[in-house]
Structure formats: C-alpha cells, structure tokens
C-alpha cells in the first residue's frame, strides 16, 4: 500500500526560505512520477513541480527560478526547495503520486496517491 508522508512546512517571514520532503512506503517509489500541488483556502489545488525518476522536472511558471523539486530513489523522497518565499504561497503542499512508469502531468485526477499536507505560512 502506497503511503506519502510530508514534513517540512511551517511560519515563514517573505523572502524566507523552507525545503519539503515527501517519504513515500517502501517498494513503492521506483519508476513513479511525483508531483507538489498546493492549496490555499477558498482556491482549487493547483500543480506546483513535477520531476521523473530520472530527474527531469517540469514546473508551474509562476515557481520557476523560485522552487526546486528533486528526487533520491534511494531514499525514496522527494523534496521541495522553497526560496524567496512571498505570503501568495501560504497555502497547504501535498505530494502526489503517480501510477508506475507515467509521464508526466499537471492535473490532480492524474496522481493516484496523495499525502496528507503540510501548511506552509509566509508572512508579510
């Protein structure tokens, strides 16, 4: 059974800085796609980076040059660096995962697996 587990949100100051991680079960990371969505209130979950298990990534517009996503299939996590961070991106960030050997892909009903959140707050 797949698990995703986040960890890394929190109270941030603009222009701050924090890095997600995302651990999923074991056995279940190889030749996955894995996704960060995020979601603030009142607004629909948006696709923020996607990144393959050979490592290419593919991201919103609006976060490149700001977040980085990154992968170690050894450990089985993927990651979510966070920089120049501005009170636009409070919102909860949820790793996803995708069904075995998928491309990639944007849109929420293409991930299979969801982990449980992780609020990030940026304050003004």
């Known amino acids: 059974q797949v698990q995703l587990v986040e960890s890394g949100g929190g109270l941030v100051q603009a222009g701050g800085s924090l890095r997600l991680s995302c651990a999923a079960s074991?056995?279940?990371?190889?030749?996955?796609?894995m996704g960060w969505f995020r979601q603030a209130p009142g607004k629909e979950r948006e696709f923020v980076a996607g990144?393959?298990?050979?490592?290419?990534?593919y991201y919103l517009n609006s976060m490149k040059g700001r977040f980085t996503i990154s992968r170690d299939n050894a450990k089985g996590t993927v990651y979510l660096q966070m920089n120049s961070l501005i009170p636009e991106d409070t919102a909860v960030y949820y790793c996803?995962?995708?069904?075995?050997?998928?491309?990639?892909?944007?849109?929420?009903?293409?991930?299979?697996?969801w982990g449980q959140g992780t609020q990030v707050t940026v304050s003004s």
């Open positions: 996803a995962m995708r069904a075995a050997y998928s491309s990639s892909s944007s849109y929420v009903g293409a991930y299979d697996y």
């Open positions: 074991e056995g279940t990371f190889d030749g996955r796609y």
């Open positions: 990144i393959s298990r050979s490592g290419s990534t």
